[in-house]
């Protein structure tokens, strides 16, 4: 059972990166699978969650108009679009998948963590 996260790295402000997130050894389609990042010193925040079954992902505030959540089920893999990049985005991010009814971040911890991938926003 594992979540490999790709595509991080070094990107200048105003740039933009891709992170993947294949999943394996579950089935996927039970999972509701989130993007959550943590920076040098500060709390883990998700960024991008299922707080509902059946609705759209939740975006933090601090991201919302810049990235965007999409998957490819066929594939067990999601991918977080991170346009517009600022220095304070630089953090180590994860994906993370919860079962479906269990993916509100705000009141679940994920049981399926990444090893998480760097994105480095330099200015």
């Known amino acids: 059972v594992q979540l490999v996260e790709s595509g991080g790295g070094l990107v200048q402000a105003g740039g933009s990166l891709r992170l993947s997130c294949a999943g394996s050894?579950?089935?996927?389609?039970?999972?509701?699978i989130g993007w959550y990042r943590q920076a040098p010193g500060k709390e883990r925040e998700g960024i991008s969650y299922?707080?509902?079954?059946?609705?759209?992902?939740h975006y933090a505030d601090s991201v919302k108009g810049r990235f965007a959540y999409s998957s490819d089920n066929a594939k067990n893999t999601v991918y977080l679009q991170m346009n517009s990049l600022k220095p304070e985005d630089t953090a180590v991010y994860y994906c993370?998948?919860?079962?479906?009814?269990?993916?509100?971040?705000?009141?679940?911890?994920?049981?399926?963590w990444g090893q998480g991938t760097q994105v480095t926003v330099s200015s």
């Open positions: 050894g579950f089935t996927f389609d039970d999972y509701a």
């Open positions: 993370a998948a919860a079962p479906w009814g269990y993916s509100d971040y705000e009141r679940y911890e994920p049981r399926i």
């Open positions: 299922f707080k509902i079954t059946g609705e759209s992902p």
